[in-house]
Nanobody, 123 residues
Framework: QVQLAESGGGLVQAGGSLRLSCAASGRSFASYTAAWFRQAPGKEREFVARISWSGGSTYYADSVKGRFTISRDNGKNTVYLDMNSLKTEDTAVYYC????????????????WGQGTQVTVSS
């Protein structure tokens, strides 16, 4: 059973940067698209970014495009989210997720989720 563990969250001032990591246990993580989602207090969970199994394809929500970068190191079974020019509205719990099916660039379902890491951006 694959498990995901996020790390790297914390408190940062507006305009600052953070790097989130998502480490996967178990084999075959490299065959799946991975994504980051976030959920702010009182709001629904929203998509942030995804990266294909090879790392060759990425996609971002409009709200983070140009500020966030998703990447992966399949040798380390880890996906990253580099967040720059952070805004107070980026404050949320950030979750990483793995697609249900392998080798799907744009999956419509994510089957495995991490426990989340809190990101708080102060003004």
């Amino acid at each position: 059973q694959v498990q995901l563990a996020e790390s790297g969250g914390g408190l940062v001032q507006a305009g600052g940067s953070l790097r989130l990591s998502c480490a996967a246990s178990g084999r075959s993580f490299a065959s799946y698209t991975a994504a980051w989602f976030r959920q702010a207090p009182g709001k629904e969970r929203e998509f942030v970014a995804r990266i294909s199994w090879s790392g060759g394809s990425t996609y971002y929500a409009d709200s983070v495009k140009g500020r966030f970068t998703i990447s992966r190191d399949n040798g380390k079974n880890t996906v990253y989210l580099d967040m720059n020019s952070l805004k107070t509205e980026d404050t949320a719990v950030y979750y990483c997720a793995r697609a249900r099916q392998a080798y799907i660039t744009n999956p419509n379902e994510y089957a495995i989720w991490g426990q989340g890491t809190q990101v708080t951006v102060s003004s």
